[in-house]
């Protein structure tokens, strides 16, 4: 499967953005989708994941309650809806496929496919 990301921008302290991962080549509804974004001169950290049916979801602590994963089976698409936005956000966001179990959501290395990255500047 391929994944494009896409979305990113710059946006003011407060603002709001919407991520898409666009799937090509198989459903994405055959893998748990995650999240995953990394700062300049920081590890790449787990944002969100959405079980295959879109009935689970898994928020990192730093961003619950601003954003939101979901998934849209018939576009074939993940999106991650950022709201609340803080220059800590600040990142290059990825989306990623995993065939493992959700027990693993959250590690990185589970994830067989990713997308290209889309840069997310959150400043005044």
């Known amino acids: 499967v391929q994944l494009q990301a896409s979305g990113g921008g710059l946006v003011q302290p407060g603002g709001s953005l919407r991520l898409s991962c666009a799937g090509s080549?198989?459903?994405?509804?055959?893998?748990?989708m995650g999240w995953f974004r990394q700062a300049p001169g920081k590890e790449r950290e787990f944002v969100a994941a959405?079980?295959?049916?879109?009935?689970?979801?898994d928020h990192d602590d730093s961003v619950k309650g601003r954003f939101t994963v979901s998934r849209d089976k018939a576009k074939n698409t993940v999106y991650l809806q950022m709201n609340g936005l803080n220059p800590e956000d600040t990142a290059v966001y990825f989306c990623?496929?995993?065939?493992?179990?959700?027990?693993?959501?959250?590690?990185?290395?589970?994830?067989?496919?990713w997308g290209q990255g889309t840069l997310v500047t959150v400043s005044s």
């Open positions: 990623a496929a995993s065939l493992v179990v959700w027990g693993s959501r959250r590690e990185s290395s589970h994830y067989i496919y």
């Open positions: 080549g198989r459903a994405l509804t055959n893998y748990i």
């Open positions: 959405i079980s295959r049916n879109g009935g689970s979801t």
